[in-house]
């Protein structure tokens, strides 16, 4: 069984940073893709950005691209969102998940294991 434990939310002021970190843990990961979602409250759960765990390739929605930065650490199975110039807009429950396929797309239903989520504010 595959666990995913995200960490590293918290309160910011529009204009700072924050980083998340995603620890997998249960199984090898080379085939994978990891993701990262957010939902914001009455919202939907959206895509925020995915890496694969091979090659380490890489893609952003549209609303974080040029301040959003995921990276991976094949040595100690993690997985990190680096937030810059943070938003009040991007205030939300931040989700790591991962794709056993190794797609790493936008669409939800292609995560199967998923973590309990941290909370990102951002304050204006």
């Known amino acids: 069984q595959v666990q995913v434990v995200e960490s590293g939310g918290g309160l910011v002021q529009a204009g700072g940073s924050l980083r998340l970190s995603c620890i997998v843990s249960?199984?090898?990961?080379?085939?994978?893709?990891m993701g990262w979602f957010r939902q914001a409250p009455g919202k939907e759960r959206a895509f925020v950005g995915s890496?694969?765990?091979?090659?380490?390739?890489?893609m952003y929605a549209d609303s974080v691209k040029g301040r959003f930065t995921i990276s991976r650490d094949k040595h100690k199975n993690t997985v990190s969102l680096q937030m810059n110039s943070l938003k009040p807009e991007d205030t939300a429950v931040y989700y790591c998940?991962?794709?056993?396929?190794?797609?790493?797309?936008?669409?939800?239903?292609?995560?199967?294991?998923w973590g309990q989520g941290t909370q990102v504010t951002v304050s204006s």
């Open positions: 890496i694969t765990w091979t090659d380490g390739s890489t």
């Open positions: 249960g199984r090898t990961f080379s085939g994978y893709a």
């Open positions: 998940t991962a794709d056993p396929e190794g797609v790493g797309s936008d669409n939800v239903g292609d995560y199967d294991y």
